[in-house]
């Protein structure tokens, strides 16, 4: 099982970023998808979830309406759409599988 985070990086407040990640040795479409995110000295926190067959999606109270999580199965890729982003988005984000996978992270940085 591998998971491959991409897409992060330094944004300035106000602006966007995708993130995708990539899945492989495990059937994707039979698996709900979260993104979580960890900023220093803070604990873990689920930003978003989506269901196998994306019909029903979580958001994390702070991220609702600014971020937009989806996923492509024939490209057994999740994305995570930021957009308005916040210096408190600040962290590394985590793809997670529903068949406990982690991926190894990618860092976004918002800062002017």
């Known amino acids: 099982v591998q998971l491959v985070e991409s897409g992060g990086g330094l944004v300035q407040p106000g602006g966007s970023l995708r993130l995708s990640c990539v899945a492989s040795g495990f059937t994707f479409s039979s698996y709900s998808m979260s993104w979580y995110r960890q900023a220093p000295g803070k604990e873990r926190e689920r930003v978003a979830r989506?269901?196998?067959?994306?019909?029903?999606?979580y958001y994390f109270d702070s991220v609702k309406g600014r971020f937009t999580i989806s996923r492509d199965n024939a490209k057994n890729t999740v994305y995570l759409q930021m957009n308005s982003l916040k210096p408190e988005d600040t962290a590394v984000y985590y793809c997670?599988?529903?068949?406990?996978?982690w991926g190894q992270g990618t860092q976004v940085t918002v800062s002017s």
């Open positions: 997670y599988a529903g068949i406990r996978a």
């Open positions: 989506i269901t196998s067959d994306g019909t029903s999606i």
